[in-house]
């Protein structure tokens, strides 16, 4: 599942579009695609892991779920897109595999923009309010919980929870009030470290963590496991990474 870093790359590779009218509209998804044909594109946004295209009267909402993706300029010989837009000098905007939807109100007044890690708007005292309202809830889960961290996911939870020496079994309640901020500090520090490896097609190689065997501070081999409410792949030490709450 593209991760919030890799929506702002694409927010960025396609700045070209803007101002540009869209000419043709194909694709297999099921919403009125039609509405999009002859609409200016007037700007670009992201928010966590959804990509945003605002129109003159609607939005359209792109989420790439687990297997989402796009070309820009080009297309899979071998897949069907989603939604293809299609503009002058034959450029077009492809989205394969997944979600797309009309947003009819304005998205300033759909979208927590104070939520978002990569956002200029993101607002860490406000993280830490809404985490310390949600005193049982485990650290796994808060990571993923695009209302407090949006733009978060598998892969910077686990990097984030290594980084922090933190047991993605620990509760919210029972970190120290120093671990807390450092949680939310580093859910933004790596968020941005993400976005410039990526860049750099680099990503992979920084990866401390996640689908990591040993670990490289205590070389010992990590535990893999399902873990949290969304049951989604954590890989941790359990020597370095301490598990904070009732049950430590």
């Known amino acids: 599942m593209p991760e919030g870093p890799s929506i702002v790359i694409l927010r960025d590779q396609v700045t070209p579009f803007l101002g540009k009218t869209i000419r043709r509209v194909s694709g297999n998804t099921t919403i009125e695609k039609e509405r999009l044909a002859d609409q200016r594109i007037e700007s670009f946004r992201s928010w ?3 990509f945003l295209i605002e129109l003159p009267d609607f939005s359209l909402k792109v989420h790439f779920m687990l297997f989402g993706s796009y070309r820009i300029n080009e297309d899979k010989s071998w897949a069907v897109p989603r939604l293809s837009l299609g503009f002058d000098d034959e450029q077009v905007i492809n989205f394969y595999a997944c979600s797309v939807r009309f947003i009819e109100e304005p998205i300033d007044l759909v979208y927590d923009w104070w939520a978002d890690v990569m956002s200029e708007h993101w607002d860490p005292q406000l993280a830490l309010k809404r985490l310390r ?5 485990l650290v796994c889960d808060a990571l993923l919980d695009q209302d407090l961290f949006a733009g978060v996911g598998n892969i910077i939870k686990n990097e984030v929870l290594f980084r922090i020496r933190v047991h993605p079994l620990s509760t919210v309640g029972a970190l120290p009030a120093s671990k807390l901020r450092e949680l939310v500090a580093e859910a933004r520090n790596y968020s941005f470290d993400f976005l410039e490896w990526k860049k750099q097609f680099v990503l992979k190689k920084h990866w401390l963590a996640h689908t990591k065997r040993t670990c490289p501070r205590c070389h010992i081999p990590f535990v893999k496991a399902h873990l949290g409410r969304t049951h989604r792949r954590s890989f941790f030490c359990e020597n370095c990474q301490l598990r904070y709450g009732p049950e430590a």
């Open 133 to 137: 309202a949600q005193p049982d809830t």
């Open 48 to 50: 966590g892991k959804h």
